[in-house]
């Protein structure tokens, strides 16, 4: 999930002549506190909707992690008058279809289909939202939680390199930071997970005043607001609670060196980012594609291509809600160790704060991230997700053009300060090497 926000989040200098970006959308609260947003789009006969929870794994506690991603399998078991698996052989005989995912801050379920299967959408996102928990029982969460933890042996326990998922987060912020653990959670914590501790998960956070619903396409917003009123009007408020701001904190400089079964070793080199919207996060954008967003990127073609230490390159601004990091992942190829990687990394960075990109290259990053975000918007559920986005993170529903205009006041200048500020401080380096090859492994800082 967090790389197709990247794309939604990266756009580029439009041209003085280009027309304004609008998204139109309407924003409407019911009476529970549910939050509705509309966008009318008649140029395909098709509808999306997107419901938000606003909780993630950065809400759990800990002793008590997973829970977030948990709860996301076990809405789609079933509700009072949608009982599995209804849910999805209804949506399935519409041409529809759903999914849902979960990150460090929200909880999202999504549809689409032709529009004329809206109301069947609503009623049973409704359904799920005013009355799973009668339906819910030990049996329909042992099965998920089971599910969830072969879903973590596949993606972390039993997969190259998935140790850094539980490595880096613990890593990178101080202990007890709503981001300092994976989002699925640990084995144990999923073990440990009690049916009362779920259903009070779903009281406290699966309540209409913690959600927001977008539905986009072919609408009329009038009748969408009426429908959403039958349908959700009904459902109880849930507690009020606050989320607690976590403190500032600074990284430290951090070497780790971890075995796996692995052929080619791989070093995660990761420093202190900011928030999504921050006043640099549009940099740090920038900063990323600079380095490996295209065949002729800095890292890209210098680790890749002439020089041959890399198999592949990749740089990450991980900016979320409350906070963020910033990554840079290669993995060496047969007989280089991950020094040399390092030393290569921080020479282009050094460079980079130096000098600044050349005019061609900042524009080259303008163009091709201007062009993937304005592709995105051909897709009616891309927009429903973003509108999204844009509403939990800025409280503004149409917030595109202000987005685009973000980075197109980015100067080579900005570029420098940011890799200077952000990339040349304290850092988290991760080698990940074959077992018994230590020596592989990165252990020195060549660049200051």
Same mark, same amino acid.
């Given at each position: 999930m967090r790389s197709l926000l990247l794309l939604a989040a990266l756009p580029a200098a439009l041209s003085a002549q280009a027309p304004r970006l609008k998204v139109p959308a309407t924003v409407d609260t019911l009476p529970n506190g549910l939050t509705l947003i509309v966008h009318e789009d008649h140029s395909v006969p098709t509808v999306a909707t997107n419901v938000w929870y606003l909780v993630g794994s950065g809400d759990e506690k800990v002793g008590r992690t997973g829970f977030a991603h948990l709860f996301e399998h076990v809405m789609f078991m079933g509700s009072q008058h949608a009982p599995y698996?209804?849910?999805?052989?209804?949506?399935?005989?519409?041409?529809?279809?759903?999914?849902?995912?979960?990150?460090?801050?929200? %909880?999202?379920?999504?549809?689409?289909?032709?529009?004329?299967?809206?109301? #069947?959408?609503?009623?049973?996102?409704?359904?799920?939202?005013?009355?799973? #928990?009668?339906?819910?029982?030990?049996?329909?969460?042992?099965?998920?939680? +089971?599910?969830?933890?072969?879903?973590?042996?596949?993606?972390?326990?039993?997969?190259?390199?998935?140790?850094?998922?539980?490595?880096? /987060?613990? =890593?990178?912020?101080?202990?007890?930071?709503?981001?300092?653990?994976?989002?699925?959670?640990s084995m144990a914590d999923l073990s440990a997970a009690s049916l009362d501790d779920v259903k009070d998960f779903f009281r406290t956070y699966y309540a209409p005043n913690n959600a927001v619903i977008v539905i986009a396409?072919?609408?009329?917003?009038?009748?969408?607001?009426?429908?959403?009123?039958?349908?959700?009007?009904?459902?109880?408020?849930?507690?009020?609670?606050?989320?607690?701001? /976590?403190? =500032?904190? %600074?990284?430290?400089?951090?070497?780790?060196?971890?075995? +796996?079964?692995?052929?080619?070793?791989?070093?995660?080199?990761?420093?202190?980012?900011?928030?999504?919207?921050?006043?640099? +996060?549009?940099?740090?954008?920038?900063?990323?594609?600079?380095?490996?967003?295209?065949?002729?990127?800095?890292?890209?073609? %210098?680790?890749?291509?002439?020089?041959?230490? =890399?198999?592949?390159?990749?740089?990450?601004?991980?900016?979320?809600?409350?906070?963020?990091?910033?990554?840079?992942?290669?993995?060496?190829?047969?007989?280089?160790?991950?020094?040399? #990687?390092?030393?290569?990394?921080?020479?282009?960075?050094?460079?980079? =704060?130096?000098?600044?990109p050349t005019a061609r290259e900042l524009q080259q990053a303008r163009n091709a991230i201007e062009a993937s975000f304005l592709n995105r918007l051909e897709s009616v559920n891309a927009k429903a997700e973003q509108l999204n986005n844009y509403y939990y993170l800025t409280g503004t529903a149409d917030g595109f053009q202000a987005d685009l205009d973000r980075y197109a006041a980015v100067s080579a200048d900005d570029i420098k300060r940011v890799v200077n500020t952000y990339l040349k401080g304290p850092r988290v380096t991760l080698s990940v090497v074959p077992q018994g090859k230590k020596e592989l492994a990165a252990t020195r800082r060549t660049v200051q």
């Open positions: 698996p209804e849910f999805d052989t209804r949506l399935e005989a519409s041409g529809s279809s759903n999914n849902g995912t979960t990150n460090e801050d929200r %909880t999202a379920y999504f549809e689409s289909g032709p529009s004329n299967a809206l109301p #069947l959408m609503l009623w049973l996102e409704a359904d799920r939202m005013g009355w799973l #928990l009668p339906t819910m029982d030990l049996a329909k969460l042992d099965a998920q939680r +089971d599910i969830v933890k072969n879903e973590r042996r596949q993606s972390y326990e039993n997969q190259p390199y998935g140790l850094s998922g539980d490595i880096l /987060p613990a =890593a990178l912020y101080p202990a007890g930071h709503p981001y300092s653990w994976n989002v699925i959670g396409g072919a609408v009329r917003t009038d009748s969408v607001r009426r429908a959403v009123r039958q349908m959700f009007g009904d459902i109880p408020r849930g507690p009020a609670f606050t989320r607690p701001t /976590p403190p =500032a904190f %600074t990284v430290r400089d951090t070497v780790i060196v971890a075995e +796996d079964r692995v052929q080619l070793p791989r070093v995660y080199l990761s420093w202190h980012g900011v928030r999504a919207f921050h006043a640099d +996060d549009a940099a740090l954008d920038l900063v990323s594609y600079l380095l490996t967003g295209a065949r002729n990127s800095r890292l890209t073609n %210098t680790m890749v291509y002439e020089r041959e230490l =890399a198999t592949n390159v990749n740089a990450f601004n991980g900016s979320k809600k409350l906070d963020g990091d910033f990554a840079v992942v290669a993995t060496a190829r047969p007989g280089k160790n991950l020094n040399e #990687l390092t030393a290569a990394i921080d020479e282009h960075l050094a460079r980079l =704060a130096t000098e600044g």
